[in-house]
């Protein structure tokens, strides 16, 4: 397990405790007992799209670098590999899917948490669009079939 890992894991088990503090588990049962199988979906989509998210975030940086590590370009560039292959943003969707994961954890039934979600959904799909139509106009043989933030759908 990467260090990155273990710090993911490390902030969402930080962060389960402090929300679920506060929610509908309230009774003082066995920790074992209380876990249901929304939460590990949502753990698990939540270090799925954490690491999504990381190596998209790699990708881009790796852009301007040589191989020592080195920046040596301050120009834009087009992203290929990994969820860039798809969409233009593939690290906001990822964030939107890490917003998506903690309201499954905490058992869908949170409205503030959704409405969280929700701000999250249209301030990233707003970013996603606009460097979508960024890539488009200053980029001639930018991918045609990549779509801006969520993949085969916006």
């Not at 409205?111 to 669009?129: K, P, S």
Request: aromatic share 16%; with cysteine.
């Amino acid at each position: 397990m990467t260090n990155f890992s273990k710090v993911v894991i490390t902030k969402y088990v930080t962060l389960v405790k402090f929300l679920t503090a506060s929610s509908h588990i309230s009774s003082r049962k066995e920790l074992s007992v209380q876990i249901c199988w929304y939460h590990i979906v949502g753990v698990t989509m939540y270090v799925w799209a954490s690491l999504h998210q990381h190596r998209c975030l790699v990708i881009l940086a790796n852009l301007r670098k040589s191989k020592s590590g080195k920046v040596v370009s301050l120009s834009h560039s087009v992203p290929f590999g990994d969820w860039f292959e798809r969409v233009s943003c593939p690290h906001y969707f990822a964030e939107l899917l890490i917003y998506v994961s903690m309201a499954i954890t905490l058992g869908f039934h949170n409205l503030t948490w959704w409405c969280v979600v929700m701000y999250v959904l249209f301030n990233q799909a707003l970013a996603a669009v606009l460097c979508h139509e960024f890539y488009q106009k200053n980029f001639s043989s930018y991918p045609k079939h990549r779509r801006a933030f969520i993949p085969f759908v916006f």
